[in-house]
Structure formats: structure tokens, C-alpha cells
């Protein structure tokens, strides 16, 4: 078992910042690649980003080009979403989860998810 836990949510004005973490506990961290989802009200849950589980390969979704960073930490067991030049179209609950293998599906299976964190963008 892998239990996940995302922190670093918030409210935050167009433009600005916010970093969320995900800690993991558990089976070996760095076993699982992770991924970022995210869903808001009305809209399928879209996998944002993804890291393999040494951090060699990343993947973003389009939208987030250049503006998010996906990143890990297999010292911490801690994975990261840094996101800049935030949008209102972000605001979404952001989850994050560990799959056996590195996918840039969000059809891909993942076998552990978290809570979810809340990002709120004002225009």
C-alpha cells in the first residue's frame, strides 16, 4: 500500500504561483512513477503531468507548457507540481498518484491516489 497525501492548495490571482507536494508512505516511493491530475466541476479528470520514477522522463499535458514542473524528491518519498503564470482555467482539484509504470495516458492505470488539493484561480 501507498498512501499520498497533497498539500499547497490554495487561492491565488491570475498570474500567480503556487507549488503543491504530494508525500507518500509506504512501499518504496521511488518504485512508482507519479502523475498530477486534475479535475474541475463539469470536466473529465485530465492528467497534467508525469514523472518516471527516477525523474529521467517527464510529460506535460499542452496546456501547461512551460508553465507547470513536475519534479521528485525519492529522498523525501515527495513529489512536486510547480505552477507559474496560473490561469483561471487551472482552478481545479489536483490529485496526485502512483502508477508501476511511467504512462503520458490519462487513460493509464494508476493504483494509488490521494485526497486531492484545491487550486482556485481569480481572475
Known amino acids: 500500500q501507498v498512501q499520498l497525501v497533497e498539500s499547497g492548495g490554495g487561492l491565488v490571482q491570475a498570474g500567480g504561483s503556487l507549488r503543491l507536494s504530494c508525500a507518500a508512505s509506504?512501499?518504496?516511493?521511488?518504485?512508482?512513477?507519479m502523475g498530477w491530475f486534475r479535475q474541475a466541476p463539469g470536466k473529465e479528470r485530465e492528467l497534467v503531468a508525469a514523472?518516471?520514477?527516477?525523474?529521467?522522463?517527464?510529460y506535460y499535458t499542452h496546456s501547461v507548457k512551460g508553465r507547470f514542473t513536475i519534479s521528485r524528491d525519492n529522498a523525501k518519498n515527495t513529489v512536486y507540481l510547480q505552477m507559474n503564470s496560473l490561469e483561471p482555467e487551472d482552478t481545479a482539484v489536483y490529485l496526485c498518484?502512483?502508477?508501476?509504470?511511467?504512462?503520458?495516458?490519462?487513460?493509464?492505470?494508476?493504483?494509488?491516489w490521494g485526497q486531492g488539493t484545491q487550486v482556485t484561480v481569480s481572475s
Open positions: 509506504g512501499r518504496t516511493f521511488s518504485s512508482y512513477a
Open positions: 498518484a502512483a502508477s508501476t509504470y511511467y504512462s503520458e495516458s490519462s487513460d493509464a492505470r494508476y493504483d494509488y
Open positions: 514523472i518516471s520514477r527516477s525523474g529521467g522522463y517527464t
